[in-house]
């Protein structure tokens, strides 16, 4: 397992666990007291490094190489799944997966950006960068859903969407625009989740809901901690200043009424036990499905309207 700087002391202790028991399993000494001490040792820590995470930390888990994506989660509550592929313009986008499935035996359509484990699958994924056809695939299939009465679920784990040259002669911006105005407008319920980075104008695309949740270390920012610092402070270097400064973890957000929930990860991190992270996003999506499924259409655009209207401080003068 990879282990992140501030994890190296837990992960330590991990490995003389190992060691121990791989020991004791030829059966010449008994070690039972020592791995026990040593467990307890390093749940103590765990708890102790896990409790106090600077902004900078959480950015470095939401990127952690072996966090669950999208398709991992799906593979663990989703039923049924079937991607579609497309944008019937120009052509299909693997860095945001789209398709329809079961949830709980409900037919839903789900959405989400996909990054990959090696560089093979980061080439075609564009490391979870969207182009212009992801998002145009996401109106196409978002009016589907509309048309068929799906709640729609989506799962953002974005850096942002891609700005290459490709992407922005095929109308990035107008592509992100009115995917904004689509979501913003669709009669269904939509549930978002930030599952890890929550980057740019690439993930607020899929991130128009009625209700936003957050897995409790993902991040979610209108730019990345090193974008932030180049720009503000002249020095790509100074992100973990950055990180502070931009209010994006969880528990800021929660505090700004940005999102509605903070979805518990598994101790340690999604990384360190996927199931038991994807239980419990599956019931906080069970329990906002509930309450949105006995809106009309009307109330639920009325509902996401006065959602994003109700964001922010204003003053006015006369």
């Not at 979805?263 to 996003?281: F, I, Q, S, Y």
Request: proline share 6%; with cysteine; glycine share 10%.
């Amino acid at each position: 397992m990879t282990a992140l700087d501030f994890e190296k002391p837990i992960r330590e202790l991990e490995l003389k666990i190992e060691e121990l028991k791989q020991l004791a399993s030829g059966g010449m000494v008994d070690f039972g007291d020592e791995i026990a001490k040593l467990e307890r040792k390093a749940k103590r820590l765990q708890v102790e490094i896990f409790s106090d995470l600077s902004p900078w930390q959480v950015v470095q888990l939401s990127r952690h190489p072996e966090r669950p994506y999208f398709l991992d989660y799906a593979s663990l509550f989703l039923t049924d799944f079937l991607e579609l592929h497309g944008d019937r313009r120009f052509g299909e986008d693997p860095s945001l997966v789209c398709g329809f499935a079961r949830f709980d035996g409900e037919p839903v359509l789900v959405m989400g950006h996909q990054k990959g484990r090696n560089t093979k699958e980061n080439m075609l994924r564009n490391f979870g960068m969207p182009r212009p056809e992801g998002y145009r695939k996401v109106i196409r299939l978002a009016e589907l859903a509309s048309r068929f009465h799906r709640p729609i679920l989506t799962f953002i784990d974005t850096p942002g969407a891609y700005p290459g040259i490709g992407a922005e002669e095929r109308g990035q911006a107008e592509a992100i625009a009115s995917c904004l105005e689509t979501m913003a407008a669709i009669p269904v319920p939509v549930i978002a989740t930030v599952i890890g980075e929550g980057g740019s104008g690439g993930a607020l695309a899929i991130g128009v809901g009625n209700r936003i949740l957050m897995l409790e270390h993902s991040t979610y920012c209108v730019i990345s901690p090193e974008g932030c610092s180049s720009i503000l402070y002249r020095d790509p270097t100074k992100a973990s200043k950055a990180a502070e400064a931009l209010k994006l973890t969880a528990k800021d957000l929660e505090g700004f009424g940005v999102i509605d929930e903070i979805v518990p990860e598994a101790p340690g991190g999604a990384h360190r036990d996927p199931a038991r992270t994807a239980e419990n996003l599956a019931r906080a999506l069970r329990s906002h499905l509930a309450e949105l499924r006995a809106l009309s259409p009307d109330e639920i655009v009325a509902d996401r309207y006065r959602r994003f209207r109700g964001m922010g401080i204003f003053e006015e003068v006369a």
